[in-house]
């Protein structure tokens, strides 16, 4: 963390090439259009003639902010004024490695096709449920206090030492929702908390993980405390003493949320849940639910990313960081998004996971304890909840069944090749190469270019985000026509990937050095709309004021926007077998995660339903992306030979 105060700002680019590199992002949505691409130019050139002003203004706002001229409006437009449901719209996913020693696992004796994968509720808790979920919250502390210590390693890039303050962002943090824009509420406390909190059949339990002395507590003690919880769950499931499920409020619209907020919190003893909810280091959440047949990796997805039986409940969206652990122990992480980039908590996820596979939970061997340990129950309840409140929950079941039922998401894992071979055959960028690919199998399947979204880090400066990497290129739509026109030779279609990806890599290294399009664009918006004049700046004309307006309102820079393939890339982690978040562009549009190892890609892809996604096509996708992906290495390969032959 030394490092921090050495850090730069994030920079302001220039207005000229911010414009410049827009109007060349648009030629290929529009390279079938020609009248309409001299429109936007037209207004693009206008925009440069006279926004000079707003830079000004934002190189101004820039000095009077402790760390960045976006950070403030990156937290408010990006996550919390958007007022859709965090349940597939805004949260990621994470699923693990399952344990190859798991026992007593629940299996489904009905499933007559062992090719349906599906979500099934045992409702039960199994004891190696608990032992795991124990192990990855120790794993998880063990983390956490290298974090407060300053014992992990400095991020690094060629371009230097990263920013390491969204590893503080990442511990008691979590989302407080407000009328028309949230708030995130992290405070000395939580970060130093004690306690977690579990969450089983919508109830929700404070679990002091260390004990009155600062002193970690014993696995086998951490186990008692679970079992004591889903004993007590138990019980008053049986007695028909359960809260109502404030919790699946926290998974749909934001406003109805923060509507009932609001009512909750009038009452001192659903202000003290609140407060011990935003107290706690993390979330965990034990479902009853398992994946059919055992080791189903989309049924795992699908139980983790909005719970498979009873979409949104189970969880609290807003914590930073959620474990969720089903019957049979399955493992998986769920982070809401506005805290910090999901690259970061990945880094631990593989890390934890790591650590917590190399322990080996043995059947009747107990886990060590304190002799005697009596475990303290501490549920928190959300008392007297009105019947209003009562009904905004119905309408957030409704809501989040809904967004559910009209979600696809799927594994990919391709076996054919990885960056080894991407590396020596293809001699491109792996991620440039899986770029491509992804722009190819798209036009393969909807005849179109999609805006495309790639997201860079711009970590190399003080708090620094993300920027987007405009995938879509002239050179990129050239590579796929070459590659769908018959007249087309192997050198032709090899020739132009190679260009593709030398573009792309130049795009992705300005993004990730601040000088990319769409976070510029973003602070010149907000510069016309909430900044003063300067006072040394002259009166703004009218015509300046239309152009500037007609610029910002153009309906192809909504278009540009509005990205139908929208895209990201982790690093090689063997640990994270699924990774995935929703797309959010309505007709035929596709969130892309992928992670590429050495020797294979996994792709995890979310869509609509065909009829929500109005084309969206989930399954043809995935098919589509595997035959591309297989005719690319033919093609490199057959270059490859020829070049030997030479």
Not at 109 to 115: A, K, L, R, V
Not at 168 to 177: A, K, L, Q, S
Not at 602 to 608: D, H, L, P, R, V
Request: aromatic share 8%.
């Amino acid at each position: 963390m030394t490092n921090q105060v050495k850090l730069p700002r994030l920079p302001i680019p220039s207005l000229y090439k911010t414009i410049t590199k827009y109007t060349e992002s648009i030629q290929p949505l529009l390279r079938n259009n020609g009248n309409e691409f001299r429109k936007a130019k037209k207004r693009a050139d206008e925009f440069i003639n006279c926004a000079d002003r707003l830079q000004k203004r934002l190189v101004a706002y820039d000095k009077t902010q402790e760390c960045s001229w976006l950070e403030k409006w990156w937290f408010e437009l990006a996550y919390h004024s958007w007022r859709e449901g965090l349940c597939i719209y805004s949260n990621y996913w994470v699923t693990f490695k399952d344990d190859e020693g798991a026992y007593e696992l629940k299996i489904e004796q009905n499933n007559s096709t062992p090719i349906d994968e599906r979500v099934c509720d045992s409702n039960e808790y199994g004891e190696f449920q608990i032992r795991r979920a124990v192990r990855f919250i120790q794993r998880t502390l063990d983390y956490k206090e290298a974090i407060c210590t300053r014992s992990i390693p400095v991020d690094r890039t060629k371009a230097g030492p990263l920013c390491m303050h969204q590893y503080d962002c990442m511990f008691g943090m979590t989302r407080i929702p407000r009328a028309g824009c949230d708030e995130l509420c992290q405070t000395p406390s939580s970060v130093n908390s004690r306690s977690i909190i579990a969450i089983a059949d919508d109830q929700i339990y404070a679990v002091e993980v260390y004990d009155g002395a600062g002193h970690r507590k014993h696995d086998g003690d951490l186990e008692a405390e679970l079992h004591a919880i889903i004993a007590d769950v138990a019980h008053r499931r049986a007695c028909s003493d359960l809260d109502p499920a404030v919790t699946v409020l926290t998974a749909g619209h934001r406003d109805r949320w923060s509507e009932a907020y609001a009512k909750l919190e009038q009452i001192s003893e659903n202000r003290a849940t609140l407060a011990a909810i935003q107290n706690s280091l993390f979330a965990v959440s034990l479902d009853t639910t398992y994946s059919s047949p055992v080791g189903a990796i989309n049924a795992q997805q699908q139980n983790l990313k909005c719970h498979g039986t009873r979409p949104g409940h189970n969880r609290w969206y807003d914590k930073c960081a959620s474990y969720v652990f089903d019957r049979n122990g399955s493992a998986g992480y769920v982070g809401e998004h506005s805290p910090c980039d999901a690259l970061i908590p990945a880094i631990m996820l593989e890390e934890v996971a790591k650590n917590v596979a190399k322990e080996h939970i043995v059947q009747g061997v107990r886990s060590k304890h304190t002799p005697d340990y009596r475990p303290h129950v501490h549920r928190l309840r959300f008392a007297d909840v009105n019947p209003e409140v009562i009904a905004l929950i119905a309408e957030a079941e409704e809501e989040v069944a809904r967004t559910a039922s009209n979600s696809i998401s799927r594994q990919i894992r391709f076996e054919g090749y990885g960056s080894s071979w991407i590396k020596r055959a293809a001699k491109v960028s792996p991620d440039a190469f899986v770029q491509m690919a992804l722009q190819l199998t798209y036009h393969r399947i909807h005849g179109e270019f999609a805006p495309v979204y790639e997201t860079a880090s711009t970590r190399q400066f003080l708090h620094g985000r993300t920027e987007t990497v405009r995938s879509l290129t002239s050179e990129a739509a050239d590579f796929v026509d070459t590659m769908e026109s018959a007249a087309s030779s192997v050198a032709d279609k090899y020739d132009a990937l190679i260009r593709a990806s030398a573009r792309h890599q130049k795009l992705l290294r300005e993004a990730s050095a601040g000088q990319g399009i769409d976070r510029h664009i973003l602070g010149l918006r907000m510069a016309y709309l909430r900044l003063d004049p300067l006072p040394e700046e002259p009166p703004m004309s009218d015509e300046e004021k239309h152009a500037i307006e007609e610029f910002f309102n153009d309906d192809i820079l909504a278009k540009s926007t509005t990205f139908q393939l929208s895209t990201s890339g982790l690093f090689p982690a063997y640990y994270l077998t699924h990774t995935g978040f929703g797309c959010v562009a309505p007709e035929r549009a596709y969130g892309t995660n992928y992670i590429i190892e050495s020797n294979r890609i996994k792709f995890g892809i979310e869509g609509k339903t065909r009829q929500a996604g109005k084309g969206t096509d989930v399954q043809l996708f995935e098919n589509t992306l595997r035959k591309t992906l297989l005719e690319l290495k033919v093609l490199c390969e057959k270059v490859d030979n020829n070049s030997a032959n030479l």
